[in-house]
């Protein structure tokens, strides 16, 4: 079983920057696809970065430009740099591990708050 660990969350200003983290156990890091979702009170789910073992990455158009996912397989680590917050961008962020065989898991979810 794959466990997600995530850090990284908190209050905010708009147009200020946070950096989530998130470490899953095991050995299957290298070989997965890595996500950052998201969802708001209300709201489904959202996927709002994605990178490949390859490194491809893909972001969702409402953050495009202010977010940054990149992943350090020594580490076994991927990383979301959140810049130019706005209050919108404020949800619980998941990190997701998706296997070559498209087995999913999920980490247990970070606050982000974007308020002045």
């Known amino acids: 079983q794959v466990q997600l660990v995530e850090s990284g969350g908190g209050l905010v200003q708009p147009g200020g920057s946070l950096r989530l983290s998130c470490a899953p156990s095991g050995s299957i890091f290298r070989l997965a696809t890595m996500g950052w979702y998201r969802q708001a009170p209300g709201k489904q789910r959202e996927l709002v970065a994605a990178?490949?073992?390859?490194?491809?990455?893909n972001y969702a158009d409402s953050v495009k430009g202010r977010f940054t996912i990149s992943r350090d397989n020594a580490k076994n680590t991927v990383y979301l740099q959140m810049s130019s917050l706005k209050p919108e961008d404020t949800a619980v962020y998941y990190c997701?591990?998706?296997?070559?065989?498209?087995?999913?898991?999920w980490g247990q979810g970070t606050q982000v708050t974007v308020s002045s």
């Open positions: 997701n591990l998706a296997t070559p065989v498209k087995d999913m898991y």
């Open positions: 990178i490949t073992r390859g490194g491809s990455t």
